[in-house]
């Protein structure tokens, strides 16, 4: 991309924050009676540009939190932003959003060597399982989608293990943890666990 390009999306950025401020924006109302509001849910996403959990769900500025990473895996710093969320600020629901078609998981079921060193030793615990009855030569696809599945899943337990105030606030029935997998077609979000 040459810098005078760039230089055209930033401008058409800006273009767009005007609008929102306008409230003429085609994706969400920017309206003050938020500003004040407590979110009732944080959401970990892939950074996939068509995966977009306030739009997904239909919300809107303040109602919820959003953490967004490629292939949608936990770390420290993201489970203190969850704790934040849910323990200081009273959110409801934890959700891990993975999505078919994942280019992260993908890279890392392609073994691809320059990217996601970090990303891979989180997904490759759900590839072993998920070779044990898939063959990726034969279904890849399928095979990716289930690998993706499967990582949400593992996700949610390694958030369980590595913090002990987000699991004892489930086992108290304050918070639900919740893996859900976002069908790019239809639009639809199904719920894994
Ligand atoms: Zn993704």
Redesign the pocket.
Known sequence: MSIHSASLVLEELLQGNLRFQKNQSSTIINNKEFLNKDPKAIILS???CR?IPEAIFDQGIGDIYVTRI???IENKDIINSFEFACDYKGCKVLLVLG?ED????TAVCDDHKKLFTNLKPYVSPAISEVSNSISFADHRSNFISKVSEKSILLTLDRIRSKSAILCDLEKSNKIKLVGAMYNLETGKVKILN
């Not at 994942?102 to 998981?105: E, K, N, R, T």
């Open positions: 892939c950074i996939d995966v490629a292939g949608n999505h994942c280019g992260a998981v």
